[in-house]
């Protein structure tokens, strides 16, 4: 399969890239097949089942809600974060659901949409069943998805099992590994972001991928203007504050010298505001996954401000870099909190910030990948265990401890020589390992760790 740097960063809403863009875009395609079958306007009642970390966290987690707005033809790079609560309760209210935006039927959210929670499909632990009914209630159409994390979603047969549409498409320098990346920087005396685009060439010419990158950038920017700008309490019931616009207010009133930490303060305002915008239900960028969406953007703003000679050349290089690094995790381990736990979100998305951002303060593709190893090694065995089912409690400051510790790794990568003893390869091979041997309830299930140990009020 081939992966271009913008299946890593996509647009969409949150509060979680597989529980919520993942399910909106299977119930979109779902819609979309019948149409394109002719049994749209045959189909009279839908019913959807999930399965797995979706059916036990699929309140918490927007499913339900990305459901239905997927059902009636939305797609969560188009939809309005701010229409989108309203155009769920308006279905729940009136019973009906205008399939594909055009076709009504009957439709009970809360009996339509059945979460299992403690069932599991065995592809994958988000596993979601779409069915059509006509008339007299004969099946028209039956689908397995699987959200796989990052809003990726597999299609699968009833009856032949899970099977990936591949993108075949041949690309310069093809990798799967990182030191086959390496070998590549090396035979062609390339950077690994100019490698990542000349792969990306194959799709797009120079300029539309520098255009769409440097979006995917304003994306970023303008998630945390409004989550610096917006006060309040996070929706869920935890009664969770927000705490970006206050920390705003507080650093762009002090005065005096700053001390040495400063940046850093900086840095955590920017990944709180965008997990606070996620958690909201707002427009965020999957990087590569919405629970950890804070941190490839705070790293960028660290170094759009604090970085000597930062422009949109180097946002191009972070981000192909980080991209680059995306691949390898999700070529050979996940970015499923679900798989393998938060290990696979939180923790890719750190070695990407550290990837990208020692790319821009001019580490070899040596020091890169040590960057990189550096940002996941330490976050192995991370569990994902969500107060409430929320991606709040300690998704959201998790994002910024790791976009410190991101920042960390970036600067001691570019201080060494760019030998180290455990290679980036080894370091997701393990990642992938702990995942498989992490019990259920430590994988997005809220059944365990903090999600059990906090009383919610």
């Not at 919520?20 to 019948?34: C, D, E, I, W």
């Not at 998630?223 to 705003?248: D, F, I, Y």
């Not at 070529?331 to 890719?348: D, L, T």
């Amino acid at each position: 399969m081939t992966i271009s740097v913008f299946d890593m960063f996509k647009i969409g809403i949150g509060p979680s890239s597989s529980h919520t863009v993942g399910p909106m875009r299977a119930a979109y395609l779902f819609v979309s097949r019948l149409a394109e079958q002719d049994l749209l306007e045959r189909t009279t009642a839908v019913r959807v089942e999930l399965f797995g970390s979706l059916g036990a966290t699929g309140h918490g987690h927007g499913s339900v809600g990305a459901v239905v707005l997927g059902l009636a033809g939305h797609q969560p790079h188009l939809v309005d974060p701010v229409q989108a609560g309203p155009l769920v309760d308006a279905v729940r209210e009136s019973g009906r659901i205008g399939l594909a935006g055009r076709h009504e039927i009957a439709f009970a959210v809360d009996d339509d949409v059945v979460l299992h929670r403690n069932r599991s499909l065995d592809f994958h632990a988000n596993g979601m069943v779409l069915h059509a009914l006509d008339a007299h209630g004969t099946p028209l159409d039956r689908r397995e998805y699987y959200s796989v994390g990052g809003g990726f979603v597999l299609d699968a047969d009833a009856i032949g099992g899970p099977a990936l549409v591949e993108d075949r498409t041949p690309v310069a320098h093809p990798f799967t590994t990182g030191d086959e990346l390496l070998g590549l920087t090396r035979t062609h005396g390339r950077s690994i972001s100019e490698i990542m685009l000349a792969n990306e060439l194959s799709w797009r010419t120079e300029a539309q991928v520098r255009a769409e990158l440097l979006h995917i950038w304003s994306v970023m920017q303008e998630c945390v203007e409004r989550g610096t700008r917006t006060p309040g309490t996070l929706p869920g019931g935890l009664r969770v504050r927000r705490r970006a616009a206050t920390l705003r207010a507080h650093l762009e009133s002090a005065t005096g010298e700053p001390d040495a930490l400063h940046a850093m303060e900086w840095v955590t305002l920017y990944a709180l505001a965008v997990n606070e915008e996620n958690a909201a239900g707002g427009r965020v960028v999957t990087a590569p996954t919405n629970g950890a969406a804070g941190i490839v953007p705070a790293v960028l703003h660290y170094a759009a401000r604090f970085v000597p000679a930062f422009d949109d050349d180097a946002v191009v290089r972070f981000l192909l870099t980080a991209g680059a690094v995306g691949v390898l995790f999700k070529e050979n381990a996940s970015i499923s909190g679900a798989e393998v736990g938060c290990q696979g979100e939180v923790g890719s998305a750190c070695a990407m910030a550290a990837a990208g951002l020692a790319e821009v303060i001019g580490a070899t593709p040596e020091q890169v990948e040590n960057a990189a190893e550096i940002g996941i090694e330490h976050n192995l065995g991370l569990t994902c265990d969500p107060v409430g089912g929320l991606v709040q409690i300690p998704c959201i400051e998790r994002n910024a401890v790791a976009s410190v510790k991101a920042i960390t790794a970036a600067r001691m990568a570019r201080h060494g020589d760019g030998m180290h003893h455990v290679s980036l390869d080894k370091a997701i091979k393990t990642m992938r390992e702990t995942g498989a041997d992490m019990k259920d309830k430590y994988k997005e299930t809220a059944r365990g760790g903090l999600a059990l140990n906090i009383v919610e009020c």
